[in-house]
């Protein structure tokens, strides 16, 4: 079993829309939590950062963490489509393990 | 612009061949990390660096590939007798030393693209 998975979609809504990604993760030791966003030929870059369980709210963005279930989630509102990227989810450990990433497509 | 810096961006070699990459960090980080990223996927952790010490290499960092960092700066990346299976991104990342203030957020370079014909 991987440490971080991650539904590589890819999936494309049309601007406006709310859009929902999610990870699951297996080591309930993880406190780290974090979404990096990559553009195409890119590197990535952090979008949001959570610690234990909970939500954080940023702009547009909320990150949510349930570690009774080990989910991780990122919700966007109001997608634009400049927020056509890969959304990455992260485990911070002494170094991030990364899921597969989930390929994000907003079209006007 | 005082970002992590990777060169070359992009290296195209023939199988056999060998090749390095170099990774300059933000300057006042002292941890350095490379991970390779292949389409479609996650980046994976190859190894990283508290200063010039090499603390943990990944299992998918076979002895074809050497990481050296020497006086804990600038950090090079070499793969020897390349394979096809190496065609990846390699990306460099680096983060402040842990303890101040650090949230382990990685700051990432661009990425060298390898491609092994």
């Known amino acids: 079993q991987k440490e971080v998975e991650q539904d590589p979609g890819p999936l494309s809504v049309p601007e406006g829309a709310i859009v929902s990604l999610n990870c699951t993760y297996s080591?309930?030791?993880?406190?780290?939590f974090m979404w990096y966003r990559q553009y195409s030929r890119k590197g990535p870059e952090l979008l949001m950062y959570?610690?234990?369980?909970g939500n954080k709210e940023d702009g547009r963005f909320t990150a949510q963490v349930d570690k009774s279930s080990k989910y991780i989630s990122l919700f966007i509102r109001d997608s634009q489509p400049s927020d056509s990227a890969t959304y990455l989810c992260?485990?911070?450990?002494?170094?991030?393990?990364f899921g597969t990433g989930t390929r994000l497509q907003v079209f006007p | 612009d005082t970002g992590v810096s990777q060169d070359p961006r992009h290296k195209i070699t023939k199988r056999g061949q060998n090749v390095t990459f170099r990774c300059d960090p933000i300057?006042?980080?002292?941890?350095l990390y490379w991970y390779r990223q292949t389409l479609g996927q996650g980046p994976e952790f190859l190894t990283y660096?508290?200063?010039?010490?090499?603390?943990?290499k990944s299992r998918l960092l076979s002895d074809r590939f050497s990481a050296e960092r020497p006086k804990g700066s600038f950090s090079t990346l070499e793969i020897q007798r390349t394979e096809q299976g190496d065609s990846a991104m390699y990306l460099c990342?680096?983060?402040?030393?842990?303890?101040?203030?650090?949230?382990?957020?990685?700051?990432f370079g661009e990425g060298s693209r390898l491609t092994v014909l």
């Open positions: 300057s006042e980080h002292n941890r």
């Open positions: 660096f508290q200063n010039e010490a090499q603390l943990e």
């Open positions: 080591n309930s030791a993880f406190q780290y």
């Open positions: 990342a680096s983060s402040p030393r842990p303890g101040q203030g650090d949230t382990g957020e990685l700051f």
């Open positions: 992260a485990v911070n450990t002494d170094k991030l393990i």
């Open positions: 959570t610690y234990s369980s």
